[in-house]
């Protein structure tokens, strides 16, 4: 499982990483990166519903098999179409199938991830996002020196496409066998033990908890798409300095996920969560208002706060075992919705305030998930 979410840290911060060096290849605006990026996200929210039925029917490791070959799809396609500046479309065509095959694959492992929770009657899904931060970490700091060095983004992205290649099949293998992850129904309509066949789209709960990890996607995605944009345009840093502000900002929400447990076990969710939520505000403010060097300070309460927000979702939607699995395919539906609606907005207010300025935002959507938490409570049985 670690193994599982690593890589898909790696596979994901490889494109974000190497974003400014895309966006310079094709000499485009930040309007127009917005609608670049937009396919990307595109593929992977086309992606998610479909992911809960797949897994059902195939289980988590063959879905997350199936995810890792479209993404190396559409990372083969992003690298010929930056190595011959191909027209646009090519370029979206790949972040299309790359968002695709990411959007499935995160489905997947994060439904063998709750299934590996519950067996095990303890918070280890942060652990698993960890793993992932971990990958990301790894993954951007490579990024910056490799465009530090100028070192081509074709290269780089083929280079991911041969680990994938290498590694991920063998780690798939290693998952939970198939009757004792089956307890995890994830075709809609399906009874669960109690004869319930309600659709999780008409669950207030479960609509909630996709609302907050909206808000702590976007929160995450945000700095994921735009940061190192942010910081070289706001700033004036090199493309490499910039990516070093997005490895501070992940390092920061790897350290997050790993303490994370101890934290959810001592105050519970809901507290936790207020807390982040705030400091990840904070964080991005410092980014914005505070100057080039306070804005790395920034970077890593940013990355602090949007740590646990991803994976604590995740686990809430997976509180009641006999639908999880369509529950995490829904709630994971909505939190994709900010990787829709982000790079657009963030764009468009890019191209008129400048994109260090458009990151207000984040602030807004902290907002916003301050108010809902109370929908993540752990149910009384559960809490420890």
Same mark, same amino acid.
């Given at each position: ?18 974003? %400014?060096?895309? $966006? ?17 996200? /595109? ?5 998610? %519903? ?7 029917? *195939? ?6 098999? *199936? ?21 646009? %479309? ?39 996002? /960890? ?10 700091? *490579? ?8 070192? %081509?983004? /074709? ?25 004792? /992850? ?44 735009? *940061? ?37 076990? $001592? ?118």
């Amino acid at each position: 499982m670690f193994v599982v979410f690593t890589l898909a840290g790696i596979c994901f911060a490889s494109i974000a990483a190497r974003i %400014p060096d895309i $966006r310079d290849v094709f000499e485009v605006s930040p309007a127009q990166l917005g609608i670049i990026l937009l396919s990307l996200s /595109a593929g992977s929210v086309c992606g998610l %519903p479909s992911a809960g039925p797949i897994a059902a029917r *195939l289980g988590q490791s063959s879905t997350v098999r *199936l995810g890792m070959g479209l993404a190396m799809i559409g990372l083969s396609t992003i690298a010929l179409a930056t190595q011959l500046v191909a027209p646009r %479309p090519v370029l979206m065509v790949g972040l299309f199938f790359a968002g695709m095959g990411i959007g499935i694959w995160d489905v997947a492992m994060n439904i063998e991830g709750a299934a590996v929770e519950r067996l095990l009657a303890t918070n280890v899904m942060p652990h698993f996002h /960890a793993a992932f931060s971990a990958g990301t970490v790894g993954s951007a700091l *490579l990024g910056a020196l490799l465009s530090h060095l100028q070192f %081509p983004v /074709a290269l780089h992205l083929i280079g991911v496409v041969l680990l994938l290649i290498a590694v991920g099949i063998a780690a798939t293998g290693r998952f939970l066998p198939p009757k004792v /992850a089956a307890s995890l129904p994830g075709e809609d309509g399906i009874p669960d033990r109690r004869g319930n066949r309600r659709s999780p789209w008409t669950e207030p709960r479960t609509l909630l908890i996709g609302v907050l990890v909206l808000c702590a996607a976007f929160t995450e995605g945000t700095a994921n798409d735009w *940061l190192a944009v942010a910081l070289v345009d706001g700033y004036g840093l090199s493309n490499a300095a910039g990516v070093v502000g997005l490895a501070v900002f992940l390092t920061f929400m790897t350290a997050g996920r790993i303490l994370g447990t101890r934290w959810l076990a $001592r105050y519970g969710r809901v507290a936790v969560l207020r807390a982040l939520f705030v400091i990840a505000a904070v964080g991005a403010a410092l980014v914005i208002f505070g100057g080039s060097v306070l804005a790395f300070v920034g970077a890593a309460l940013w990355g602090l706060g949007a740590s646990l927000g991803f994976p604590v979702g995740m686990s809430a939607a997976a509180d009641d075992e006999d639908r999880a699995a369509m529950r995490i395919s829904v709630v994971a539906t909505i939190g994709y919705l900010a990787f829709i609606a982000g790079p657009p907005l963030l764009g468009f207010l890019g191209e008129h305030i400048g994109v260090l300025r458009s990151l207000t935002v984040v602030g807004a959507l902290a907002l916003l998930a301050l108010l809902i938490l109370p929908a993540a409570r752990e149910p009384e049985h559960t809490q420890r």
